[in-house]
């Protein structure tokens, strides 16, 4: 039987059902929030649908433990003052919410027109997102926060694995540490890229769990680079934006690539 929205919807209830929690359902945009103890999760059923499509149960098994993580993670009350060693940044699309639903403003810094840098404490499977009440309460400039952030992020393992498509060199980093994307802010790493690319450094941050950096030497290389983005960025559960980068002198710059063609796999 073909998997349809409503019955993700009725599935993922059933798997997430739990005393003190709710459901609703947005018709209107195939979405399912779950609420528990004031905080909430809103999952895209299309977005899911397409990983379950390729994934199987697998993919219901990752969306239960994420909004169960993340449900236990904002209802606790980490202290900032004692946490600055667990401290991380994460990407966010220009659009994810400058605010908790109480109103309190999270830390965020200017990455680009695209994505947002919030910062947030680790608490091994899930963290917990780090307000500007929270950094006033334990004492610590945005400065400090950031400084430790970039540390942290900065010493993280990169892997990486590569894909070559008519000439064009992909490589994509997946630790699924949570921290991927954010693993463009290593300024040091992206300049080891940069020095081995022979033509145009592109890169691609279309959820939180993967980062693609691409080197592009033909125009299929640029549909490639489209249409993957498009396919990750759908399929994520926290997407981020589906417009690559140019990279050039330390700066990204987004950039519209009108796919012309499917690519061969």
């Given at each position: 039987m073909k998997m349809t929205t409503l019955l993700m919807k009725t599935?993922?209830?059933?798997?997430?059902?739990?005393?003190?929690?709710?459901?609703?359902?947005?018709?209107?945009?195939?979405?399912?929030?779950?609420?528990?103890?004031?905080?909430?999760?809103?999952?895209?059923?299309?977005?899911?649908?397409?990983?379950?499509?390729?994934?199987?149960?697998?993919?219901?098994?990752?969306i239960s433990y994420y909004v169960n993580e993340g449900l236990r993670a904002s209802s606790a009350?980490?202290?900032?003052?004692?946490?600055?060693?667990?401290?991380?940044?994460?990407?966010?699309?220009?659009?994810?919410?400058?605010?908790?639903?109480?109103?309190?403003?999270?830390?965020?810094?200017?990455?680009?027109?695209?994505?947002?840098?919030?910062?947030?404490?680790?608490?091994?499977?899930?963290?917990?997102?780090?307000?500007?009440?929270?950094?006033?309460?334990?004492?610590?400039?945005q400065e400090q926060i950031e400084q430790a952030a970039l540390k942290h992020v900065n010493v993280l393992p990169v892997i990486l694995n590569e894909d070559t498509v008519s000439q064009n060199r992909f490589y994509f980093l997946r630790a699924n540490d949570g921290y991927d994307a954010s693993r463009v802010l290593n300024l040091e790493f992206l300049a080891e890229m940069r020095a081995k690319i022979n033509g145009e450094m592109v890169l691609s941050i279309p959820h939180q769990d993967v980062l693609i950096i691409a080197d592009i030497q033909n125009e299929t290389g640029y549909d490639v680079m489209a249409h993957m983005t498009m396919k990750f960025f759908a399929e994520g559960l926290v997407p981020v934006t589906s417009l690559p980068f140019v990279y050039n002198d330390g700066k990204l710059e987004p950039i519209f690539i009108m796919a012309k063609n499917q690519p061969k796999e």
């Open positions: 599935k993922l209830e059933q798997l997430l059902q739990k005393q003190n929690r709710s459901f609703s359902f947005n018709r209107e945009k195939d979405q399912l929030t779950v609420r528990e103890n004031g905080g909430q999760i809103t999952l895209s059923l299309p977005q899911i649908i397409a990983r379950y499509e390729e994934e199987g149960e697998n993919a219901v098994t990752k009350k980490p202290n900032l003052s004692k946490s600055l060693s667990a401290v991380f940044p994460v990407i966010r699309a220009s659009s994810f919410p400058k605010q908790t639903k109480a109103g309190e403003t999270f830390l965020t810094s200017e990455h680009t027109a695209e994505t947002t840098i919030y910062y947030v404490i680790d608490q091994g499977q899930s963290y917990h997102f780090i307000t500007e009440t929270m950094r006033e309460q334990a004492g610590f400039t």
